[in-house]
T-cell receptor
Framework: GAGVSQTPSNKVTEKGKYVELRCDPI?????LYWYRQSLGQGPEFLIY????????DSGLPNDRFFAVRPEGSVSTLKIQRTERGDSAVYLC???????????FGQGTRLTVV | DAKTTQPTSMDCAEGRAANLPCNHS???????VYWYRQIHSQGPQYIIH???NNETNEMASLIITEDRKSSTLILPHATLRDTAVYYC???????????FGTGTSLTVIP
């Protein structure tokens, strides 16, 4: 069956530009997570949605980062005024409920030049 | 705050059992132990999880000590495709985050 899909798989952008990263979760999964992974590090939590609402956004590093999930399915991670330090792989995961295991997508590799 | 301690790296001979340890001495009664792995350039893959009883599935076995302060993931017959970074994670029931830490880099040697 279809897993978590993330688009684009790679994104190169110039410093200062705005980017959007998309996540299509597994159908029916109510929980959705965004993580960021820098080279050589484990994934770092950014934000968690339960349905349409952000239940925990404590991992967002600053107000340049924002995420939405307007219909409780697809989610978009938005980064304003990108900086070179934002370069990383951005991972999305979904799960059927808060007590279930999460299934990850392949990630979007963002490079800010 | 990863709450777990794992060795940085391990080797295992192909066909042998790989035993990956994890310390979680501050684990709470309502926290599960999860294991994920990440093969190079892929997203993390769920392996197994447990609360206090040992668990087994088609991929691996999870052995949790009686005091729950440590656990071991066992891959019974390691193959070259099991080369990956393995993450041990503790997560509260109904919790909304998985804290990954830096994991153990397992290399299966032919």
């Amino acid at each position: 069956g279809a897993g978590v899909s993330q688009t684009p798989s790679n994104k190169v952008t110039e410093k200062g530009k705005y980017v959007e990263l998309r996540c299509d979760p597994i159908s029916g999964h109510t929980a959705l997570y965004w993580y960021r992974q820098s080279l050589g590090q484990g994934p770092e939590f950014l934000i968690y949605f339960q349905g349409t609402g952000a239940a925990d956004d404590s991992g967002l590093p600053n107000d340049r980062f924002f995420a939405v999930r307007p219909e409780g399915s697809v989610s978009t991670l938005k980064i304003q005024r990108t900086e070179r330090g934002d370069s990383a792989v951005y991972l999305c995961a979904s799960s059927p409920g808060v007590s279930s295991e999460a299934f990850f997508g392949q990630g979007t590799r963002l490079t800010v030049v | 705050d990863a709450k777990t301690t794992q060795p940085t790296s391990m080797d295992c001979a192909e066909g042998r059992a790989a035993n990956l340890p994890c310390n979680h001495s501050t684990i709470s009664g309502n926290e599960y132990v999860y294991w994920y792995r990440q093969i190079h350039s892929q997203g993390p893959q769920y392996i197994i999880h447990g609360l206090k009883n040992n668990e087994t599935n088609e991929m691996a076995s999870l052995i949790i000590t009686e005091d729950r302060k440590s656990s071991t993931l066992i891959l019974p017959h390691a193959t070259l495709r099991d080369t990956a970074v393995y993450y041990c994670i503790v997560r509260v029931t109904g919790g909304n985050q998985f804290y990954f830490g830096t994991g153990t880099s397992l290399t299966v040697i032919p």
